[in-house]
């Protein structure tokens, strides 16, 4: 089992930025994946973008991600970040991290995919 916690939320005025982090702890060694999901008010969990632990490949859920949100891992301390920058309204949503595990090559944003999920952390953008 692992166990995700992730930080780094909060409000900020559109155009503003923010960066997410997710520890992870536990039965680590074998995380092939890690991602970023969000559910924004009203609407059902989607993906953002995931990267594969071993070989640094990045998964965005939809192109117009790849300008404003950025993944990077720190594999020695177990952690992904989401750096977001040129936030909107629309980016208002609780942020989550997944973990898979045993997964092999395989990552992306599928979220059936993941068995472990974090608390969440909200993101309020304003306008």
């Known amino acids: 089992q692992v166990r995700l916690v992730e930080s780094g939320g909060g409000s900020v005025q559109a155009g503003g930025s923010l960066r997410l982090s997710c520890a992870a702890s536990?039965?680590?060694?074998?995380?092939?994946?890690m991602a970023w999901f969000r559910r924004a008010p009203g609407k059902e969990r989607g993906g953002v973008v995931g990267?594969?632990?071993?070989?640094?490949?990045?998964?965005y859920e939809e192109d117009s991600f790849k300008d404003r949100f950025t993944i990077s891992q720190d594999s020695a301390k177990k952690s992904v970040y989401l750096q977001l920058t040129s936030l909107k309204p629309e980016d208002t949503g609780v942020y989550y991290c997944?973990?898979?595990?045993?997964?092999?090559?395989?990552?992306?944003?599928?979220?059936?995919?993941?068995?472990?999920w974090g608390q969440g952390t909200q993101v309020v953008v304003s306008s």
């Open positions: 990267i594969h632990t071993v070989d640094g490949r990045i998964f």
């Open positions: 536990g039965d680590v060694g074998n995380i092939n994946c």
């Open positions: 997944a973990a898979m595990q045993d997964g092999g090559s395989w990552c992306g944003t599928w979220d059936e995919g993941f068995d472990n």
